[in-house]
């Protein structure tokens, strides 16, 4: 099974700061990685796709890149309706498995 | 608009049954795989098992593989989470999604595994 290592696990920011959360897989997956956006009492949100591609309606200030091992999750400005927490997932192949979770929280 | 609705959460004892339904509205239900993902209380998120738009195919979490069954009704555009054998760990906020990589979620419903 392939397993993502996410971090960090959480995160204090300011709104307007740039953040960078990484995902690590334990084998190469290509490019077959998600983002998500789950805030409490909601349903998660997809962010991005395909690694880099991001999803139809999100800001544009959240942007993904990597492929192989090593991706990242980019916010280049921080707002206060982005407080909450991120998890990539694999669907290189099966089982799919989520990282850990980053959560992201007001300094 | 694409909409899922989950039914069929609640308290089961462990050792019992629970089958979860998700009625499927907006698009062409059979031309998407439809995946389940859970959350226990406090944990983050986990795959729990999809299936093909045909059905043909299905994938279970270790976690669950044997104990639960992935199936869906094309002609209802319905999905369904057969779920057996319950065990404590199974208590979770259970969502419906569409695709692989779930580009839509539904609000979830909750199973409670406890005596």
């Known amino acids: 099974d392939i397993q993502m290592t996410q971090s960090p696990s959480s995160l204090s920011a300011s709104v307007g700061d740039r953040v960078t959360i990484t995902c690590r897989a334990s084998?190469?997956?290509?490019?077959?990685l998600g983002w998500f956006q789950h805030k409490a009492g909601r349903a998660p949100k997809r962010l991005i796709y395909a690694a880099s591609s991001l999803q139809s309606g999100v800001p544009s200030r959240f942007s993904g890149s990597g492929s192989g091992t090593d991706f990242t999750l980019t916010i280049s400005s921080l707002q206060p309706e982005d407080f909450a927490t991120y998890y990539c997932?694999?669907?290189?192949?099966?089982?799919?498995?989520f990282g850990q979770g980053t959560r992201l929280e007001i300094k | 608009d694409v909409q899922l609705l989950e039914s069929g959460g609640g308290l089961a004892q462990p050792g019992g049954s629970l089958r979860l339904s998700c009625a499927a509205s907006?698009?062409?239900?059979?031309?998407?795989?439809m995946t389940w993902v859970r959350q226990a209380p406090g944990k983050g998120l986990e795959w729990v098992s999809s299936i093909s738009g045909s059905g043909g195919s299905t994938y279970y979490a270790d976690s669950v593989k044997g104990r639960f069954t992935i199936s869906r009704d094309n002609s209802k555009d319905t999905l369904y989470l057969q779920m057996n054998s319950l065990r404590g760990e199974d208590t979770a906020l259970y969502y419906c999604?569409?695709?692989?990589?779930?580009?839509?979620w539904g609000q979830g419903t909750l199973v409670t595994v406890s005596s």
């Open positions: 997932l694999q669907h290189d192949s099966y089982p799919l498995t």
């Open positions: 999604t569409r695709t692989v990589v779930p580009d839509h």
């Open positions: 907006g698009f062409t239900f059979s031309s998407y795989a």
């Open positions: 084998q190469g997956i290509r490019n077959e």
